[in-house]
């Protein structure tokens, strides 16, 4: 159904001015000139061919169909309000869904999130495996993580170092290569081909060879003593990244999280 065009402006201003009786004092509330608010009621009184206020030597009175609306209107506004406080209690949830590849989620986040959940027991997570970009509204997503050259389209924050490394089983391990969708090519032939990152440090743990891999998603097992680097880090284009739409990098909840994930 076509609905019927609302000067809400205007709306706005008859309401205050209704309520104080005087355009001076309305023009106060809503922080115009009194002009501002003569030039609107007259519009006003233009469209919808009525006439709103008289003027009398007391001060302005309302006319009957002036009367006759406010009713409505102050419901209607009430309305408007509870609406408002509706999409923004969103902000205010104490419910996250995240997307994120599996391996950084297992290696990196979960650990995190268990961390900032640990003082606030009414929060809680959902965590989607995505490494391909989804669609924020569709699977109603608060943020993501990307391993990405930049957060494209999107608002987002870069977190750890853009750099990959080699690693091995802590007592060493053949010289062999592992081999994964995000891995940088090879010059040798692979032993063993695994569907992620993650899967390629517990191959290396397990003694299959050597796993190139980005340096945040190794570092725990590196703490841990599991596995060792081999040669340098590298520095690459490629990072993690925090991001969202602006909508919903805006929301209270994702700004603390961001700030707890990169602090």
């Known amino acids: ?46 469209m919808l061919g009525v006439v709103l206020f008289r003027r009398t030597p007391k001060g302005l009175e309302l006319t009957p169909e002036t009367e006759g609306g406010l009713d409505a209107l102050r419901a209607g506004f009430l309305e408007f309000e509870e609406a408002v406080r509706a999409m923004q209690a ?6 996250l869904t995240i997307a994120a590849p599996r391996d950084i989620t297992g290696k990196w986040l979960q650990p995190r999130l268990a961390a900032y959940a640990a003082g606030q027991s009414d929060l809680t997570f959902q965590l989607i495996a995505a490494d391909e970009a989804l669609d924020f509204t569709e699977a109603n997503l608060d943020i993501a993580i990307r391993l990405a050259d ?88 490629l990072a993690y990244w925090l991001i969202a739409p602006l909508p919903q990098w805006r929301q209270k ?11």
């Not at 001015?17 to 002009?35: G, I, K, M, N, Y």
């Not at 040798?188 to 695994?194: E, H, L, S």
């Not at 909840?253 to 602090?263: F, G, N, P």
């Open 150 to 237: 930049g957060a494209g389209e999107h608002e987002g924050v870069k977190i750890g170092e853009a750099a990959y490394v080699t690693v091995e089983a802590a007592a060493g391990g053949p010289d062999h290569r592992i081999d994964w969708p995000g891995c940088p090519a090879g010059d040798k032939p692979a032993i063993i081909r695994v569907a992620d990152g993650g899967l390629a440090i517990e191959a290396a743990v397990n003694g299959f060879g050597r796993a190139r891999v980005p340096l945040l998603l190794a570092q725990a097992d590196l703490a841990a003593g599991r596995v060792r680097q081999v040669g340098d880090t590298t520095p690459t284009l």
């Open 90 to 95: 969103g902000q205010s949830s104490h419910a």
């Open 253 to 263: 909840k994702v700004k603390a999280l961001v700030e707890a994930l990169t602090a």
């Open 1 to 46: 159904m076509k609905r019927t065009h609302l000067p809400l402006n205007g709306l706005r201003v008859l309401d205050a001015a209704a309520r104080h009786l005087s355009f001076t004092r309305a023009a106060d509330e809503l922080a115009v000139t009194p002009a501002a608010v003569g030039q609107q009621i007259r519009a006003l009184e233009d």
